[in-house]
């Protein structure tokens, strides 16, 4: 009886697909202290921000990156362009006297100018430098841990908001101010009365029209029946929350030397692609070779995977909030169960990759080793 080998057959493509799917729903996250961000989506959005971790001073931090071309090869070898974003060297570091790519730019300036002879070219691709796509400004956003509960369900995770947001939070908080007594703490993130906020985003009218840019987002408080509702915070979520690592850490003094090396090579392709040209003289790299050993070198795996993690003891944040409201009188509010949250399910987040103050083996850089390296760039680029 001959061999049947009709049986056979190559696999179908919809379900490999659908294999690589349900295994990547079920692989553990490799950030499991650094949660995805969650989003605001269009319509109602019940936000409840968490309070800063034990030790640290604030619930919110500035996040700023540029968005840098760097060579990406996949699997197969090809080579493709993708822009990537670096922190900015002066907001997320310790080195508060100089940014890196402002100094760029300043040059980048100067050499546009000193090649172009049309005003209106000039104009054009000086205006390119701090376009919103091509550009290399940074973009600036504040973050906070926060629930956000909205047509998606409710998601916890880090929240990043625009200036316009975070102005509204300001009037809101100075808002529950009298003269007479002043408050303490911010409205939104006591454990017990934290009031929650309703973030409306609109980016359309009825019509379907893009509305007016400061109309996308209204802030008010939550409310129920026009009173500010307290969205109060079990143990259990200020366990977990507890458990995640601070914003201060992501955020704060994290801008390293790797961080520079990548901002370098990332310039070097802008510079490049752009044909501007700062990179062909020596005034830029002259300038980092001041402000190199400025900067710290990035830590081992080791040494990030050792270093100390916050304490997550629920009478720490009662003990430290109740000591910040002990003198004010109790404040009369509704308040609202929130119930539901997936600390234990993977959450799904749409934010860039963290490509940026994570753990870079680094060797000290010695004066010798930075002239060197200098030098092996300024000969790339010739």
């Given at each position: ?30 950030t499991s202290t650094r949660p995805d961000y969650v989003n605001l989506k269009e319509g109602d959005n019940i936000?409840?921000?968490f309070p800063p971790h034990p030790g640290k001073s604030s619930f919110i931090y500035q996040k700023s990156v ?6 990406v090869k996949d699997d197969a070898g090809k080579v493709t362009v993708k822009n990537r974003p670096i922190f ?295």
């Open positions: 009886m001959a061999f049947d080998r009709s049986k056979f057959e190559a696999a179908r493509k919809d379900n490999l697909k659908k294999q690589q799917e349900e295994a990547e729903k079920m692989r553990p996250s490799q936000v409840r921000i540029h968005w840098l071309p760097f060579e900015n060297s002066k907001i997320h570091s310790s080195v508060k006297d100089h940014d890196v790519i402002a100094k760029y730019v300043e040059l980048a300036k100067k050499e546009i100018e000193s090649v172009e002879t049309s005003a209106d070219k000039i104009k054009e691709r000086i205006d390119n430098l701090y376009h919103w796509q091509n550009g290399i400004w940074p973009q600036y956003k504040w973050v906070v841990y926060a629930t956000v509960k909205n047509s998606e369900g409710t998601n916890f995770g880090r929240l990043e908001l625009g200036n316009g947001i975070k102005t509204d939070m300001d009037k809101l908080a100075f808002s529950e101010e009298s003269v007479d007594d002043p408050m303490d703490t911010d409205p939104f993130t006591h454990p017990d009365t934290g009031f929650g906020l309703k973030i409306l985003y609109r980016p359309k009218d009825e019509n379907g029209n893009k509305v007016k840019p400061q109309d996308v987002y209204t802030v008010n408080f939550n409310t129920k029946n026009y009173v500010p509702v307290a969205m109060p915070l079990t143990d259990d979520e200020l366990e977990k929350f507890g458990e995640m690592d601070s914003l201060e850490d992501m955020f704060v003094n994290v801008f390293t030397k790797k961080d520079l090396d990548l901002m370098l090579e990332g310039l070097q392709n802008y510079d490049k692609k752009w044909n501007i040209g700062v990179f062909s003289g020596t005034d830029f790299l002259d300038f980092i070779e001041k402000v190199y050993n400025l900067y710290p070198d990035a830590p081992t795996k080791e040494e990030a995977e050792s270093k100390p993690k916050a304490e997550s003891n629920v009478e720490h944040w009662k003990k430290q909030e109740q000591a910040k409201i002990s003198a004010a009188p109790a404040t009369k509010v509704a308040n609202e169960e929130v119930t539901g949250l997936p600390w234990d399910a993977e959450e799904e987040g749409n934010a860039e990759p963290e490509t940026v103050g994570t753990d870079y083996p680094s060797k000290s850089m010695t004066q010798e080793d930075m002239q060197a390296k200098l030098a092996a760039l300024r000969a790339k680029i010739k």
